[in-house]
């Protein structure tokens, strides 16, 4: 019968065990130098038989908290694997569901590459803003035009309206007036992908940390 113990407990053993093995790996002393006159090992000053009593040892408790690493760490991937959570988005697997929320922060082997959903989100809005930007730009133009077209029309200082030339300008204005093409209606799907992004997170945080707090996992 193995070792029985919740995810939460086993993921801060292994937080620890990381902060311990690197701590030794650091302290510990496994080769030093002797001369045949001298009784002491050079850096350690203890005697070579306390010298190489305590590098065997330390080597030892290395690998025995290495090994004691690797049995926790091998039951929590086996334990995400099986465990699943429900979100509004879906059933995940914990690791799973531990994988979707480090691709959506950027996080993970990619360095935020594999954030589809965010660098989508940003293409909609940069592409959105530019085009409305150049509608705005065109079409202040095309008013500055259709303006001085009034004015060698009707003159600058003339008051008369004649309606037939100046329908020509109106005209002008409605065929030459840059208009946006939206056929997504970006607005809406930027909303909806900012909805499900945050939902989504949170959801996975909460029933991350449920899960963890309520499964049990054995070392053997």
Request: charged share 35%; net charge negative.
């Amino acid at each position: 019968m193995g070792e029985r113990m919740l995810v939460t407990q086993a993921l801060d053993e292994r937080d620890l065990l990381v902060k311990k093995i690197v701590d030794k790996i650091a302290k510990a002393s496994f080769v030093d130098t002797i001369k045949p006159n001298e009784d002491k090992v050079y850096a350690k000053r203890i005697s070579k038989e306390e010298y190489a009593k305590e590098a065997e040892g330390a080597y030892q408790q290395i690998m025995d908290l290495i090994e004691r690493f690797q049995k926790i760490d091998a039951a929590i991937v086996a334990s995400n694997a099986e465990t699943k959570i429900t979100t509004s988005y879906g059933v995940f697997t914990v690791a799973g569901a531990i994988s979707i929320r480090s691709r959506l922060r950027g996080a993970g082997a990619y360095d935020g590459e594999a954030d589809f959903e965010g660098s989508l989100q940003e293409k909609l809005k940069s592409e959105y803003n530019e085009r409305i930007r150049f509608c705005d730009l065109k079409n202040s133009q095309l008013q500055t035009t259709a303006e001085n077209m009034r004015l060698s029309i009707l003159g600058k200082d003339s008051k008369v309206k004649d309606d037939k030339p100046l329908g020509v300008v109106d005209a002008y204005v409605k065929e030459n007036t840059t208009e946006l093409v939206d056929p997504l209606n970006v607005k809406k799907k930027l909303e909806a992908l900012e909805e499900k992004r945050n939902t989504l997170l949170t959801e996975l945080d909460t029933q991350i940390k449920v899960s963890n707090a309520t499964t049990f996992i054995e070392i053997v």
